[in-house]
């Protein structure tokens, strides 16, 4: 499954690019793509597990950036 969601306080493209390699490690997930310039998160993860991978993605992306948003 691919969705994306658009990100609220997204400060620069270097933490865009770290919340891109976190959520990437993460089981499950087939690619992630972060948009500092577009202010997206495009997830594409097994569809199975999909809410479970998308709350590990909100929490690693708190992790790196806390102000971060991403509206599900």
């Known amino acids: 499954m691919k969705k994306t969601f658009k990100l609220r306080d997204l400060?620069?493209?270097?933490c865009a690019?770290?919340?891109?390699?976190?959520?990437k490690k993460i089981d499950?997930?087939?690619?992630?793509?972060?948009?500092?310039?577009?202010q997206k998160l495009t997830l594409e993860a097994?569809?199975?597990?999909?809410d479970a991978i998308l709350k590990k993605a909100v929490k690693t992306c708190k992790k790196i950036e806390p102000d971060c948003e991403i509206i599900v």
Do not use: P
């Open 28 to 38: 499950g997930v087939q690619n992630a793509t972060v948009s500092f310039l577009t």
């Open 17 to 23: 690019q770290k919340m891109e390699d976190g959520i």
């Open 46 to 50: 097994e569809d199975a597990n999909f």
């Open 11 to 14: 400060d620069c493209a270097n």
